[in-house]
């Protein structure tokens, strides 16, 4: 952390196509990661790039991910390869004029880091629970915790957010002037990710209700 | 193109971890390509990973990004450099019994491929065009079509499909065998980008619809 509020800004967070649409404050940093499920992440492996959609959660200034030790791609960022983590939600499509001004919004966070491998019970317990909770706040006290065997089996490494950079697209196309004339529609059509109504595991015993709800089904 | 309705099985796109949930054939492959609106494409960049958030279009065995040709990241890609083109749906989020065997249910793509630039302005066109229906079916026919200038202004590489595969999970969670009895409630909250109500731009004449609707608002 830099301590004033924001990431650093290095040369590669530096928003460089449309800087206007760059922000290294953390306020902004964090509230994309906590509204986004999976990232993408990035890693050179046997000197090509791969990117993987993986689940992820913040604690703090750090972002936790998970898998198998047998994954082959968690094994390279365990020994310290560099990754590239980035996370976008999508807001809209910007309809404009023009064929060429059309866009989409967007929130999106790239993180630079190397990942190190979280070993202390504490932090490990505390991402685990913080992955959980991802599905819904509370999760991780409704469920069973992860015994001994689980622990062991699951690798969990961690990146800073010290060098990270936010770049967002809102609000209405912009066409060139004389397009504005034209007999076209122009606009936001807004996107979301939305909930629909909890499927219950066909093995769920009769009466057991997702808390907070009155029903199984609804 | 292997001719047998499937991508190639290379050792990259080989599907090591849960194998079973893999999947080469086109018709999956493409199905997640043509629902999905933003690619997460990955390159290395001075010795390290980058992933950019890009739209994207299919067409045929080819996906097509654009930009701008100042973009040092486009300009990489023209210049040969390998990429790894993720495409990720989020479809659910699964709830287990346990926290361990909490999951997500997805569907993605992976792409490896060496970007070409697209010269050819037939091609370069039919591409732009591809690219702006992503906003909806219809809409490059409704718009102002890119002048010389901004034709000049677009730099658009393609990636071929040969090296692709799918993964994907569905369904209920996969809990050990003595958490059934548990009282936890387990199953699956799906997820869905969902559009909401057009947002016509501030500065859109009265009169002018959305084709196939009948209000300006909604």
Known sequence: MTGNGQALITERTTVRRLPARGDHRWSVIHAVLDEALVAHVG???DGSPVVIPMAFARVGERLYLHGSPASRLLRTMRGGAEVCVTVTLIDGLVLARSAFHHSVNYRSVVVYG???EVTDPDEKG???????ERARPGRSAETRPPNRKELAGTLVVSVGLEEASAKIRTGP????EEDYAL??????IPLRLTAGVPVPDPRLAPGILLPGRTSGRT
Chains 1, 2 share one sequence.
């Open 126 to 132: 505390a991402a685990l629970a913080a992955l959980v």
């Open 114 to 116: 190397a990942p190190v």
């Open 173 to 176: 196309p912009i066409d060139d």
């Open 183 to 188: 007999d076209v529609w122009a606009g936001e």
């Open 43 to 45: 890693l050179v492996h």
